[in-house]
């Protein structure tokens, strides 16, 4: 997985994020490994492997033979909503929250090598987009591959 951005989805309100979450990819195992440790869902369950999946597809097509996607209207993407894989917020904000509350008041071996403050502002990040949108029952994804 090379990037990740984060998608939200409410009621058919779909937002993929512009940032790139470098730091959560990069580390992504270790913080599996303390999710584990701190009894939450593993950070790797929320992500979606759609555009990977597309990127393989289309490699497969020769480029003569290629046309363009149409894209999709409500995603801009050549995929729709109901091709990606949605989690509750509800449930991301668990884990977010347990691995930053963790990261600001330990250094874990798990991500031992990692830039801190980098990797704590990619977990607020998510956070932040997250929270105002938890009540209202939105879903949320780590895009993979954009």
């Known amino acids: 997985m090379s ?17 790139t979450l470098q730091p959560l990819v990069e580390h992504m195992n270790g913080l599996d490994v303390l999710c584990k440790t701190l009894g939450v869902t593993p950070l ?13 597809a289309a490699s497969l097509i020769p480029a003569a033979e290629a046309t363009p996607l149409p894209l999709d209207p409500e995603t801009g993407l050549p995929w729709s909503i ?20 963790h990261l600001q008041r330990n250094r874990p ?3 031992s090598g990692a830039n801190h403050r980098q990797l ?9 987009q997250l929270r105002p949108l938890e009540s ?5 994804h780590l895009a993979a591959g954009q």
Do not use: K
């Open 3 to 19: 990037a990740m951005r984060l998608a939200t989805l409410e009621q058919r309100h779909f937002l993929l994020h512009n940032a």
């Open 44 to 56: 790797s369950r929320f992500v979606d492997l759609t555009a990977l999946e597309f990127q393989e």
């Open 82 to 101: 109901e091709d990606m894989a949605w989690y509750p917020i509800s449930t991301g904000m668990t884990t977010l929250e347990a691995l930053s509350g």
């Open 109 to 111: 071996r798990e991500v």
């Open 120 to 128: 704590l502002e990619a977990l607020t990040f998510c956070e932040d």
């Open 136 to 140: 209202e029952g939105a879903q949320f």
